[in-house]
């Protein structure tokens, strides 16, 4: 755990000034959104349809393994882009049968917000925790960044930019923001917007956000 902080850390010292977005980063560009795959006793597993598993660059990812203890928790259930920091959930569930274990493995790329606000159990003082995945340095730096890549030419870019600044604004309560990012001219944006409201609606109770519920 203390070897990955400093990894970060030392990342975001060396790295900062030089921000790459998903579509000009080599590992990232090749993985989507959201990735699945199923395996058995460790390897592929053949019988399901569709089941063409993760992209290569998946493991060129830092802290991430294919999980074959199901009973180990992962301290950071982050892993990270070491070209340009984008965090992605690592989640794993294990299921042992007579004739062997199945295994099913999923990525999610994660908004800098989620990583951010990230909670885990402080066993000592029983109760949730923040988890200090992201510095507050980093996670300005990530959003001013992505209200760049907002006006970006790669629909890559724009969307996760989209998902990104949706989740940021609920969080900050800036219904404003959001209104204006549902008044572009940009189809993409427009749909992820919507979609990512929908996802988040939950996030959005207890907000003042009336003039978001008249649209």
Known sequence: MENCMVSVYYWCMVKQNAYIPISKCKICKKIKDYEYEE??????????ANNSGFPP???????????QCY????????????????????????????????????LDRMAPTDVKNWTVFDVKKEKEAPGNFMSDKEYA?????????????????????AISLTIYYIDEGD???????????????????????????D??????????KKN
């Open 39 to 48: 395996t058995k006793n460790g390897e592929l597993d053949d019988d399901v």
């Open 57 to 67: 660059e998946v493991w060129k990812l830092e802290n991430i393994e294919r999980d």
């Open 71 to 106: 009973t180990r928790r992962r301290k950071n259930p982050f892993a990270s882009c070491p070209n340009c920091g984008v965090r992605y959930l690592y989640s794993y569930s294990y299921d042992y049968y007579v004739n062997g274990a199945e295994e099913e493995h999923e």
């Open 141 to 161: 730096w990530r959003i001013e960044n992505l209200k760049n890549d907002i006006e970006s030419k790669s629909a890559l870019d724009r969307e996760y930019a």
């Open 175 to 201: 219904q404003d923001s959001i209104l204006k990012l549902l008044k572009s001219d940009d189809k993409l944006i427009l749909k992820t917007v919507k979609k990512t409201l929908s996802q988040r609606k």
């Open 203 to 212: 996030d959005i109770k207890g907000k003042k956000f009336a003039k978001l």
